[in-house]
C-alpha cells in the first residue's frame, strides 16, 4: 500500500474510489503522521477520535454509492475556523475555552464533501504576523531547514500550521485564511501550493474576523489540481456573510487543460524593488521563460501605486481589526480578568489576553479611527486603496494574469524580525496589493534556494478568474517540476 | 504628526486596553516608527478619488424584516464567563 501519507488529494480520491484503501486506512496514516510531527508544534488541537470515527462513516457513505468530492480526505483546519463543540482559539489567549456551538460554512462544506478533520492548526495570533511567531501556543516550526543547517526557521504566517502540516505531510491538505498573503507567503516558504480566492468566493461566516473587507478563506495542499478540488468544496455563496458573492462555483479542477497558449501575462515592473535577493529575481527570470516557452505572451506592465500598498494596508487592516476585535470583552466567551468596574475588567481581560502585536495594531487602527484623524489616516488609506485597485483594473485590459514572486525571501530564523514590525511588514510587500484589491492570487513552488529552502512564484488574476489562475499555475508547476521534500528530521 | 504617551494613553483607554505607565513611552515609540512610515501615503495625488468602501463590486443584499434565527438561549450563554439564568453577568454597573 505504500506510505499514504504522501499521496495528494487527488491520488488519494482515485485510490479511494478504487477500493485500493479505506478512509479509516487514509485517516490512520494521517493521525500517525501528525502524532510525530508534533515537534513542529503545527496542531494546536488534536482530534484523532472524531476522525477516526469521521473516517468510518466515510467508508459507509462511499459504500452506499454517496461520495462526495472530498470523501475521506483528511484535512487540518486552521484554528481560525470555527468548529462546533471543538476547541477554537484564534492562537490567543482571549479566546480560552472558546468551544463554539456551531460551525463555519466553510468547514461545514468540507464535511458536506466527505472531508475528515485531523485537528486545529496554529497560527499567528488573531491571524496577525508573518512568521507564526505570536501565537499564545507557541511558534511553529517550519519541517524545511538550510542544508547543512540544523537551526529551526520560521514556516511563514498567519497560516504557519497550515503549511507546516501540510509540507509535514501530516494533512492532505488544510484551510488557510488570507488577509494580506497568510496563505501564500507561508505556502511559498514551505514549499506548498497556497490560493487566496476572489474577495466573496468562500464565506467569512463562522471565521475569527481579523479585517472584514480583507480576510479570505482558501486551500493550501501540495499541489495545484489539490487546491482546485479543495477551492471548490469550500466556496460558495452564503447568504449568512453579506459579502459574499452569489455565483456559480465552476469546476476548479477542470480549468486544468496545461494549455495557456496565447494567455497574456503581465509582469508589473514595479515589483522589480531596489535590493530585491539576485535569486528571487533570477527565479521570476526563470517563471517568465517557462510561460514564454508554454505559449504565453509576455507583456509588461505597470501598476504604479504598488509602494503605497503596504502603508494603505497598515492601516486599513489594524483600522478593522479594532472594530472587530471589540467584541472581546470578557462578558460573551473566552478569558475574563476581574477588574475594580466594568470598565477596568474590559481593560484588564484585553491587556492580558491579547499579545503585543495585536495590542500594536489595536493602537494603531484606533488612534486612525479617532476623531481628528480619521480623514489623514483611514480615508487617505481608503482612496489610496481606490488607485491600487484601478491600477489593476487597467492591467487586466491588457493581461489575463499576472506573474510575480510570492515573498521577497526564503523562510527565516525565529527572532530575525519579530523585534522589528516594518521588517516584518515587508514580507507580504508582494501579496497585499492583490488583497487590497480583492483579487484571485495562488503561489506555487518554483525552486529552491542556494541554501535548499522551497521559494514561491505567485499568479494574480481578474476576480473571479480562478480558472485562468489555476489553468496557468497548473503550467508554471509542471514546467517547475518541484518535487523536493523536506528531511523529516522532526522524527528523530 | 507624532503621539506624545498621554495620547497613547488616551487611544488605549478608547481601545479599553490597560497599559501601565512604563509601558506608554516605549509604545509610542513604536507607534511613531509605524506611523512615520505611514506618513509616505501623503505622496499619493488622491484628489477627486473615492475611498473603497466596496471590494467586490456588489450592492448588499436586502431581506424581508422579519426574524429568521434564534430560540437557543443555551447555546447563547454557553461560553460566557459568567452568566445567570441565561443572561450574561457583569460587575455591577449602577451603584
Not at chain 1, 432 to 442: E, F, N, T
Request: charged share 25%; glycine share 10%; proline share 5%.
Amino acid at each position: 500500500m505504500g506510505d499514504l501519507t504522501k499521496l495528494g488529494i487527488a491520488a488519494a480520491r482515485d485510490g479511494l474510489n478504487a477500493g485500493d484503501f479505506s478512509a479509516r486506512e487514509l485517516t490512520a496514516a494521517h493521525i500517525t503522521a501528525m502524532v510525530a510531527a508534533k515537534p513542529l508544534n503545527a496542531f494546536i488541537t488534536e482530534t484523532p477520535d472524531q476522525a477516526v470515527e469521521a473516517a468510518t462513516a466515510s467508508d459507509a457513505r462511499r459504500a452506499k454509492g454517496e461520495a462526495g468530492k472530498l470523501e475521506g480526505i483528511p484535512l487540518a483546519i486552521k484554528d481560525l475556523f470555527c468548529t462546533k463543540d471543538v476547541l477554537t482559539t484564534a492562537a490567543s489567549h482571549i479566546l480560552d475555552g472558546f468551544k463554539p456551538r456551531y460551525e463555519s460554512t466553510v468547514t461545514a462544506n468540507l464535511w458536506k464533501e466527505g472531508a475528515v478533520m485531523l485537528g486545529k492548526v496554529n497560527l499567528d495570533e488573531l491571524a496577525m504576523g508573518s512568521s507564526n511567531e505570536t501565537s499564545y501556543y507557541g511558534n511553529v516550526v517550519n519541517p524545511w531547514r538550510r542544508a547543512g543547517d540544523n537551526r529551526d526557521l520560521v514556516p511563514g504566517g498567519s497560516s504557519g500550521g497550515s503549511a507546516s502540516a501540510v509540507a509535514s505531510f501530516s494533512a492532505m491538505g488544510a484551510t488557510g485564511t488570507d488577509t494580506g498573503g497568510s496563505i501564500r507567503q507561508p505556502a511559498s516558504f514551505t514549499g506548498i501550493v497556497g490560493c487566496k480566492p476572489t474577495y466573496g468566493r468562500c464565506s467569512r461566516w463562522g471565521v475569527v474576523a481579523f479585517a472584514s473587507s480583507l480576510d479570505q478563506p482558501g486551500p493550501m495542499a501540495r499541489s495545484v489540481r489539490d487546491t482546485a478540488i479543495m477551492l471548490e468544496a469550500m466556496a460558495g455563496f452564503d447568504p449568512k456573510d453579506s459579502t459574499s458573492v452569489d455565483m456559480p462555483v465552476p469546476n476548479f479542477e477542470a480549468a486544468l487543460t496545461g494549455d495557456i497558449r496565447g494567455l497574456k501575462v503581465g509582469i508589473p515592473k514595479e515589483y522589480r524593488t531596489d535590493g530585491m535577493s539576485p535569486e528571487i529575481e533570477a527565479l521570476w527570470q526563470q517563471g517568465i521563460d517557462w510561460m514564454k516557452a508554454a505559449g504565453a505572451e509576455i507583456v509588461e506592465i505597470s501598476l504604479p501605486h504598488t509602494k503605497y500598498a503596504l502603508a494603505a494596508y497598515y492601516i486599513i487592516a489594524p483600522a478593522e481589526a479594532s472594530s472587530n476585535l471589540a467584541r472581546y470583552d470578557g462578558v460573551r466567551y473566552g478569558l475574563r480578568v476581574e477588574g475594580k468596574d466594568l470598565n477596568d475588567m474590559y481593560a484588564n481581560t484585553r491587556a492580558e489576553g491579547f499579545g503585543a502585536e495585536v495590542k500594536r495594531r489595536l493602537l494603531i487602527g484606533t488612534y486612525a479611527l479617532s476623531a481628528g484623524y480619521y480623514d489623514a489616516y483611514y480615508l487617505k488609506a481608503q482612496k489610496v486603496r481606490t488607485r491600487i485597485a484601478n491600477d489593476f483594473k487597467e492591467a487586466y485590459e491588457k493581461v489575463d494574469v499576472i506573474l510575480t514572486p510570492t515573498a521577497p525571501s526564503a523562510a527565516f530564523s525565529f527572532g530575525d524580525k519579530s523585534d522589528d514590525p516594518l521588517a516584518m511588514y515587508l514580507n507580504d510587500v508582494f501579496t497585499v496589493p492583490a488583497s487590497l484589491a480583492g483579487l484571485p492570487g495562488i503561489s506555487v513552488p518554483a525552486g529552491l534556494s542556494e541554501e535548499g529552502l522551497p521559494l514561491g512564484l505567485q499568479l494574480l488574476g481578474r476576480p473571479f478568474d480562478e480558472e485562468t489562475v489555476f489553468r496557468a499555475a497548473g503550467v508554471l508547476e509542471e514546467a517547475a517540476g518541484f518535487t523536493a521534500t523536506p528531511t523529516d528530521w522532526w522524527r528523530g | 504628526m507624532s503621539l506624545d504617551k498621554a495620547t497613547v494613553a488616551k487611544v488605549a483607554n478608547l481601545a479599553r486596553i490597560k497599559i501601565v505607565e512604563k509601558d506608554l513611552e516605549p509604545m509610542a515609540a513604536e507607534l511613531n516608527n509605524i506611523l512615520g512610515w505611514v506618513e509616505q501615503l501623503g505622496e499619493v495625488d488622491t484628489e477627486n478619488v473615492e475611498p473603497m468602501t466596496s471590494v467586490a463590486e456588489m450592492r448588499l443584499r436586502w431581506r424581508a424584516d422579519e426574524v429568521t434565527d434564534g430560540g437557543y438561549v443555551e447555546d447563547v450563554v454557553a461560553n460566557a464567563p459568567s452568566r445567570e439564568d441565561g443572561f450574561f453577568a457583569v460587575p455591577k454597573v449602577i451603584e
